[in-house]
């Protein structure tokens, strides 16, 4: 170690190259790793919210809660105690004056049942009445305010927004929550329907019955629309900055080494035991990828505050933790690579030339 500080402290610039290379590796990997839980978080947010563990919907709906129609008679023996929720779900665009349009999931729920009691408001209060809604927070973003009236694609029919709800995202588009009767309404031309699906959050909850069919909530989640797909991108591209960091690591050490030969030489025919040189090696690859992670972390959480609150990008400690461990285990493994050079030196030979 104490060798490895001296070299370093002693050519500052070859060395403050190397961090650098390793800060903008690290920095990436940090973007990418937190892009790819803030998008998955945005396709989840109120799945997740809702402590889901099954979800009923018809058999022929490829697994989507947006295409998923229950009627009346698939749901005459379905049980819906205190863990259940009836859903409606229709994509929709919400409108209203002087504002921009927004793309959303219209969400129907029933006021007795735990999705409505469950909402986390941020502000104003739970919809009431037929011509109230909630929204997620993300529409004060774009400028909503509590009593604003949207309505929602082509219908002239005014909503009021009476509350804003926290953790109401689905698919990343933002939820309104309204109740059942308005979402039958967007189905206007299909007649005895009653929700989308059922919401479960009995991990033994079972109905399979007519049209229905009860999948895990792993199972409806992985089919999202891009859900696995983006997941599998991500995991792609920060498995590839790993193998990079390892490659670029082990390529400028092995040329340090290969430069550094004479003076190990040197130092072995001096009486320095090659433990003492590999060690030497390992500690500096350590102190290397330690002091570009460290920056890295400080300027990913620089990044993140400054951001606005639009773009989908959540830091978690496992972030930090795994992509900190991984670079230092790429270290690790780099500097492994010249050490048989450094235990194939020999010190007379070396001397001679």
């Not at 604003?148 to 909503?159: E, Q």
């Not at 959050?201 to 199972?219: E, G, L, P, R």
């Not at 102190?287 to 990044?303: E, R, Y």
């Amino acid at each position: 170690m104490f060798l490895a500080f001296k070299e370093i402290k002693h050519e500052k610039l070859r060395y403050g190259l190397i961090i650098l290379m390793i800060f903008l590796i690290s920095y990436l990997i940090f973007m990418l790793s937190s892009l790819a839980i803030g998008l998955s978080d945005e396709n989840t947010q109120a799945i997740k919210s809702w402590n889901t563990e099954k979800v009923v919907l018809n058999k022929n709906a490829n697994i989507s809660m947006s295409q998923s129609i229950l009627t009346t008679e698939d749901l005459k023996d379905a049980k819906i105690g205190k863990k259940e929720a009836l859903v409606g779900e229709a994509p929709i665009v919400a409108k209203a004056k002087g504002k921009a349009s927004l793309s959303a999931q219209f969400l129907g729920i029933k006021n007795s049942q735990f999705i409505y009691k469950d909402q986390q408001l941020v502000a104003g209060r739970k919809a009431t009445k037929n011509n109230e809604v909630t929204v997620d927070q993300s529409f004060k973003q774009k400028d909503y305010k509590l009593g604003d009236k949207i309505s929602l694609n082509d219908s002239k029919k005014k909503y009021k927004i009476v509350g804003f709800v926290k953790n109401a995202k689905i698919n990343i588009a933002p939820i309104v929550y309204g109740p059942l009767s308005t979402w039958r309404t967007l189905h206007d031309a299909m007649p005895n329907i009653e929700a989308s699906a059922i919401i479960s959050q009995d991990s033994n909850y079972k109905y399979d019955k007519n049209s229905a069919k009860t999948y895990t909530v792993a199972t409806f989640i992985n089919k999202l629309p891009g859900y696995t797909a983006q997941n599998v991108t991500f995991e792609m591209m920060i498995g590839f900055l790993f193998v990079i960091s390892l490659i670029i690591i082990a390529v400028f050490l092995y040329i340090l080494t290969m430069q550094k030969m004479h003076n190990f030489a040197v130092m072995r025919a001096q009486g320095v035991p090659s433990k003492t040189l590999v060690n030497s090696t390992i500690s500096q690859s350590i102190i290397l990828v330690a002091a570009g992670v460290i920056v890295a972390l400080i300027a990913i959480w620089i990044t993140v505050i400054a951001l606005p609150a639009s773009v989908p990008i959540l830091l978690t400690p496992a972030i930090m933790i795994v992509g900190t461990v991984g670079m230092l285990l790429m270290g690790i493994i780099g500097s492994l690579i010249p050490i048989r050079q450094i235990l194939k030196v020999d010190p007379a030979k070396a001397i001679g030339e």
